[in-house]
């Protein structure tokens, strides 16, 4: 696709590399929904009223795993057993299979890999990282874009 097409979809690099417009923000509360988009095609991650992403298992099997939408709301179904504490290998986009796991990136709360994707909040959509072991609730807006979204639990407030 030409760079000189307007219909190029967005992609996360995108959003990080934008000029900030100060005073311009949203608080996040616990419980919020969470409109989620994939960063590399776009598509919308949402299906069912889930976040849903393909997944591989710390065992190797694939599968796939929904999600709550609501901030700070940990429930989440899959069609395969995962162990507590166990980190699952790949988390990937359902429309165009792309990972979503970041590679130079690591949980605040361990050495485990995290999963960004985009969450849609009023009319900006800003990459949220969250951790991909089982039972971690670390999760992260990425700190360019706090200026413009803030957390309820954020100390700035």
């Not at 000029?19 to 960063?39: I, Q, W």
């Not at 710390?58 to 069609?79: A, C, I, M, Q």
């Not at 970041?102 to 994707?117: F, T």
């Amino acid at each position: 696709m030409s760079q000189d097409n307007p219909e190029r979809k967005k992609r996360w690099e995108d959003h990080r590399d934008r000029e900030p417009e100060y005073n311009v923000r949203t608080v996040l509360k616990s419980g919020s929904y969470l409109n989620s988009f994939c960063p590399h095609c776009g598509e919308s991650l949402m299906r069912e009223n889930q976040i849903h992403m393909e997944m591989t298992g710390s065992d190797g099997h694939e599968g796939w795993v929904d999600l709550s939408p609501y901030l700070n709301v940990f429930k989440r179904t899959s069609d395969t057993r995962l162990p507590e504490g166990k980190e699952v290998r790949d988390l990937r986009c359902w429309h165009c299979h792309q990972s979503l796991r970041v590679e130079d990136r690591k949980c605040e709360y361990g050495d485990s890999h995290v999963a960004l994707i985009l969450v849609g909040i009023s009319s900006v959509r800003v990459p949220f990282c969250f951790c991909m072991r089982e039972g971690c609730r670390w999760h992260q807006i990425d700190p360019g874009d706090e200026h413009k979204i803030i957390l309820d639990d954020s100390d700035e407030w």
